[in-house]
C-alpha cells in the first residue's frame, strides 16, 4: 500500500512540476471555491495558460511556476480577479504573484496611496519618520 501511496505522490509531484500542471491544479481549486462561493466562473485550462506571465507585472518577481510546495510563497503564482465584485471569468483574471495578492487584498486603492505615501515620507525623514504624516 505504501508503494500505491508513495507512486501517486511522485505522479502528483511530477505533474505539478510543470507550468501547465501548476495551472491545472491552481484550476481546479479556484472553480471549487468559486462554486462555494456561488460566484460565476467560465475560465478554461487554455486561457489561464494563455494569460500566465513569467514575470508579476506588480512587483516584477519571477513567478514560480511548477514550483508547488504546498505552501504558497511571495513568488507563487495567485490568479486575481481585476473587479472583486465579478466572478472568476475571462476577461477578469490576471497572473500576480503570491505577495502581490495579499498586499492587494486587504485595502482600496485610496488606502493603498495613503501607506505609500506614509512610506515615502519615512523614508524621506531625516528623523526616522517621527514628523511623517499622511
Known amino acids: 500500500m505504501a508503494n500505491s501511496k508513495e507512486s501517486r505522490l511522485r505522479y502528483r509531484n511530477k505533474r505539478l512540476a510543470t507550468q501547465r500542471g501548476h495551472i491545472e491544479h491552481l ?3 479556484i472553480k471549487r471555491r468559486a462554486t462555494q462561493r456561488g460566484l460565476e466562473f467560465d475560465l478554461t485550462l487554455n ?3 494563455s494569460i500566465a506571465t513569467p514575470v508579476c ?3 516584477g518577481l519571477e513567478l514560480s511556476w511548477g514550483q508547488r510546495n504546498g505552501t504558497q510563497q511571495a513568488h507563487s503564482p495567485s490568479l486575481d480577479r481585476i473587479d472583486s465584485k465579478r466572478g ?3 476577461g477578469n ?3 500576480l ?3 502581490a ?3 492587494k487584498s486587504d485595502g482600496n486603492a485610496l488606502e493603498h496611496e495613503m501607506v505609500a505615501r506614509w512610506i515615502r515620507g519615512v523614508l524621506a525623514c531625516d528623523n526616522g519618520g517621527a514628523q511623517a504624516s499622511l
Do not use: C
Open 27 to 29: 484550476l481546479s481549486n
Open 47 to 49: 486561457y489561464l495558460e
Open 57 to 59: 507585472p506588480v512587483l
Open 88 to 90: 472568476y471569468v475571462i
Open 93 to 95: 483574471v490576471v497572473w
Open 97 to 99: 504573484s503570491q505577495r
Open 101 to 103: 495578492n495579499t498586499i
